[in-house]
């Protein structure tokens, strides 16, 4: 079964730094470009970086760039996003996503920047 | 950067009538390989997004077949021939034609009335 696993949410307060990360099983990440999708509450999905399957290239929405880093070990199968200067308004549930097709999407973590 | 109109945002419906989702693009979404990459996803509370449709009118293994896809150039539309209890939720466009950062619609919310 294809499957995409996130991790490393949680409660951090404004300005601090989360680690997240985006684990796949029966689905080889080098083969594919990579996104993260976020849901903040009540709101609607917005893209938040994208990576290249090779991890040559990366990409940010502007809300987070210069903030957010999105990166990957192809050894691992693991797909990564390290954000800093957290704002409240990050909040949301984050998604890793095969993209190309947006067919894969893992069940999502829930960051929560609150002071 | 591309934007993705979606209407109505909000969508009651009587079971077992239809209902119609609009999605419009800022830019054509024909890709240089003649593809035009239009998806649609359905989110329900708790769980992930689930791809509905893709290239406009390709529904994916295991979506009913009253849901429907059509559109070209920047007029797309999502179709529910039927509505059943299990639909409601919120429905999003999705454009990947202008990448690396694909563009969503705002979502339409489609409840039974």
């Known amino acids: 079964e294809v499957q995409l696993v996130e991790s490393g949410g949680g409660l951090v307060q404004p300005g601090g730094s989360l680690s997240l990360s985006c684990s796949a099983s029966?689905?080889?990440?080098?083969?594919?470009?990579m996104h993260w999708v976020r849901q903040a509450p009540g709101k609607g999905l917005e893209y938040v970086s994208a990576?290249?399957?090779?991890?040559?290239?990366?990409y940010y929405a502007d809300s987070v760039k210069g903030r957010f880093t999105i990166s990957r070990d192809n050894s691992k199968n693991t797909l990564y996003l390290q954000m800093s200067s957290l704002r409240t308004e990050d909040t949301a549930v984050y998604y890793c996503v095969k993209a190309g097709a947006m067919d894969v999407w893992g069940q999502g973590t829930t960051v929560t920047v609150s002071s | 950067d591309v934007v993705m109109t979606q209407s109505p945002l909000s969508l009651p419906v009587t079971l077992g009538q239809p209902a119609s989702i609009s999605c419009r693009s800022s830019q054509r979404l024909v890709y240089s390989d003649g593809n035009t990459y239009l998806n649609w996803f359905q989110l329900r509370p708790g769980q992930p997004p689930r791809r509905l449709i893709y290239k406009v009118s390709n529904r994916d293994s295991g979506v009913p077949d009253r849901f429907s896809g059509s559109g070209s150039g920047t007029d797309f539309t999502l179709k529910i021939s039927r509505v059943e209890a299990e639909d409601v939720g919120v429905y999003y466009c999705m454009q990947g034609t202008h990448w690396p950062l694909g563009t969503f619609g705002q979502g339409t919310k489609v409840e039974i009335k």
């Open positions: 990576i290249t399957s090779s991890g040559a290239s990366t």
């Open positions: 029966g689905l080889t990440l080098r083969n594919y470009p």
